[in-house]
């Protein structure tokens, strides 16, 4: 693992788009074009669009994997 939580030669991008009914969402892009997380749901503004994205940056080097 990288400082930043990733593997090393991973690389993903997150996207941040006005949906259809004018809300702001992201998703998180890896490399290959697959969408390994997105938002979930749609926020009113850019601004609170992008601080989910940088909520999942900090919180998610953590995270620990709960198994149902």
Same mark, same amino acid.
């Not at 006005?18 to 998703?27: F, L, M, P, T």
């Not at 997105?38 to 940088?54: P, T």
């Given at each position: 693992? /990288?400082? $930043?939580?990733?593997?090393? $030669?991973? /690389? +993903? /991008?997150?996207?941040? =788009?006005?949906?259809? %009914? #004018?809300? =702001? ?7 290959? #074009?697959?969408?390994? %997380?997105?938002? $979930?749901? #749609? =926020? %009113?503004?850019?601004?609170? %669009? ?9 919180? +998610?080097?953590? +995270? /620990?994997?709960?198994? #149902?």
């Amino acid at each position: 693992m /990288t400082p $930043g939580g990733h593997s090393p $030669g991973m /690389t +993903a /991008t997150f996207e941040l =788009y006005e949906d259809s %009914a #004018g809300d =702001y969402r992201w998703r998180l892009r890896h490399e290959n #074009g697959n969408i390994i %997380a997105d938002s $979930g749901e #749609g =926020y %009113a503004s850019k601004q609170k %669009a992008r601080q989910g994205i940088e909520s999942v940056k900090t919180n +998610a080097p953590e +995270a /620990t994997v709960e198994e #149902g």
